[in-house]
């Protein structure tokens, strides 16, 4: 089993399209079409504040995670995704603490992020690292897909 190494993806990196359009790919493949930012994945990580991880095991891309902070106070995980042929290898897990890290060097107080309550691998994970479920959202997805909205607070000195 190949470890990998998280990397951030740059603006102005030479490999942005590529990466760009690997990604669109994952994410048509694991969400449904009206979850998925495919169409809008390029403005999504063109605005100032997101930032987007992944991880790259030799020439092949095992997951991503993509986030944001909208204001000073909060952050928010917007996708969080891992190969199928990647998953349960810790992938997931080091792609979400590294954002975590990433958005705790913004100094936020909170993480937010919502979950599909079926998706139980995402729930233990976020639970593993400390995320709690906030309330639950009816028709988050779609009329009949709930979401749990799920949080993670840092102690503030």
Request: hydrophobic content about 35%.
């Amino acid at each position: 089993m190949e470890t990998g190494v998280i990397v951030e993806l740059q603006r102005n990196s030479p490999h942005w399209a590529k990466v760009v359009n690997e990604i669109v790919r994952i994410e048509k493949k694991i969400f449904p079409k009206h979850e998925s930012l495919a169409r809008s994945f390029d403005e999504e990580l063109r605005k100032k504040n997101s930032g987007l991880l992944y991880t790259q095991v030799g020439a092949d891309i095992a997951g991503y995670v993509m986030y944001s902070w909208p204001s000073s106070l909060c952050a928010c995980i917007t996708k969080l995704a891992v190969k199928e042929n990647y998953r349960g290898q810790g992938h997931g897990e080091k792609l979400l603490k590294a954002a975590v890290q990433k958005c705790r060097t913004r100094n936020v107080h909170r993480i937010s992020l919502h979950v599909d309550p079926t998706r139980t691998p995402a729930m233990q994970l976020y639970k593993k690292l400390g995320f709690q479920v906030d309330t639950l959202v009816e028709g988050y997805y779609s009329s009949d897909r709930n979401a749990y909205r799920m949080y993670l607070d840092f102690d503030m000195e």
